[in-house]
């Protein structure tokens, strides 16, 4: 083998595997779930049609956020990937609330898990919002959403469960724009309806800031410790 061919050889290589952004998809099926729950906390549908709500929940929003959250750990997004990751943990346990107790009824456990997950969400919001604003926000929000629930739960209070149902719809609306938003993104490659970029959000879609290969052992499931 020639110099050339052995300088080569032990040279870098990057191998790009284009993959779409996971948010999406995750932030329609947050939606989805969301809203069904909001229309029974709202007293829009019976209380006996939670089960429809439960269902949404379970084979809808529940396998799509888990794809989503795999996607997002593929593509090395923490946030994407922990958000959906609780997301999709969270509407599992709320689904199978729902189809296991009587219609109408509240769950004191399942009010602490809502309020635990809804601070637990926090955690990629405040990651997301360097560069994200809006879909920090729908993290946000979602936990907003969980812990006035997980109140409800404990509390009994119909004044309460009308709030999360209130703030149920308010997150859907906010996931759908989010989701819209994302998908025209990169369908056109450039921002049509504002995201809230900046720094590194930002610099990602203005194709700034190339991953130098010095910066390779800095990434995680490169260094040697995670």
Known sequence: MSGDGAASAAGTRIVLRPLATPLPLGFLALALATTMFSAVQLGWIAPAEGRVAGYTALFATVPLQLLAS??????????????????SGTWAVAGVSTLTTPPGSTSDGLGVVLVVAGLAMLVPAAAAVSSKVVPAAVMALAGTRFAVTGIAEVSGSAAWQTAA??????LATLALYAALALELEGAQERTVLPLGRHGPGRAAMAGEGPLAPQRLVEEAGVRPQL
């Open 70 to 87: 795999v996607m997002g750990f593929l593509t090395r997004d923490p946030v994407a990937a922990t958000g959906m990751g609780l997301l």
């Open 165 to 170: 149902g209130w703030v149920g719809l308010a």
